[in-house]
């Protein structure tokens, strides 16, 4: 499989250009992320991607930082904050299991569709939970495994990503079950505030936890 940040500067472009394919599940839980926010607030994204969710949170809080591995995503953020004169987001290309940061004491840390594609997902937890306040929120977003009455296109797509992977056309993909993140979760220091699938039936898992 060929190296994560590789693949994802490669479908950087066309992955900006990609319509949210549940808009409503998606400002569903963007809205419930607001709620734990304050304009206080100075809150890292890692996997921002090209910037689209930190773009929109930006007038609730003080400051983001967004960070992804992808270089090429960070560009497309940068240029899309400017196009929109928002000057409260900084974009930074950065691993999510990187230790040679100085941690920063952050209110809030937001992990939006990526923990199920990071290898090591327990360090990356562990790594999130050292650049949070005590009391600060990690609040994620992440496809789970797929269960009964998943759609015909989702069960079609785990057949055929190994195929996919191997010719560089997908990217590393973990799916576990929603108990077993939450798990991972408490298990990095947390204590679960609130999880749920939205909208219900739906294959990934919101979750709210707050920092022991």
């Known amino acids: 499989m060929q190296d994560a940040a590789v693949f ?10 990609t319509p949210i394919s549940n808009e409503e599940a998606y400002l569903y839980t963007l809205n419930k992320t607001r709620g ?11 996997g921002c991607g090209t910037g689209s969710t930190a773009l929109l949170l930006a ?7 967004a960070s992804d591995l992808s270089g090429k995503m960070i560009e497309i953020g940068r240029s899309k904050a400017r196009a929109e ?6 974009f930074l290309q950065e691993d999510v299991l990187d ?7 952050y209110d809030a840390v937001l992990a939006h569709n990526v923990l199920h594609l990071i290898e090591d997902t327990p360090a990356a937890i562990i790594t999130i939970s050292r650049r949070l306040k005590p009391g600060g929120y990690f609040i994620s977003k992440t496809v789970c495994k797929f269960g009964a009455g998943t759609p015909l296109k989702w069960r079609l797509m785990k ?3 190994p195929v996919m992977q ?16 939450e798990n991972l ?9 609130e999880s749920g699938n939205y909208p219900k039936g739906h294959m990934s898992r919101y979750i709210v936890a707050r920092k022991l």
């Open 8 to 17: 994802w500067d490669k479908i950087s472009e066309k992955y900006a250009k």
């Open 36 to 46: 734990y926010l304050t304009s206080n607030d100075h809150i890292l994204e890692v």
């Open 59 to 65: 007038e609730n809080v003080r400051q983001i930082t």
């Open 85 to 90: 004169g928002i000057s409260n987001v900084e």
């Open 99 to 105: 230790n040679s940061f100085n941690p920063e004491p």
């Open 159 to 161: 057949i055929i990503l």
């Open 166 to 181: 191997f010719f560089g056309k997908a990217p590393y993909v973990n799916f576990m079950e929603a108990e077993n993140w």
């Open 185 to 193: 979760i408490r298990e990095g220091g947390f204590e679960i505030i």
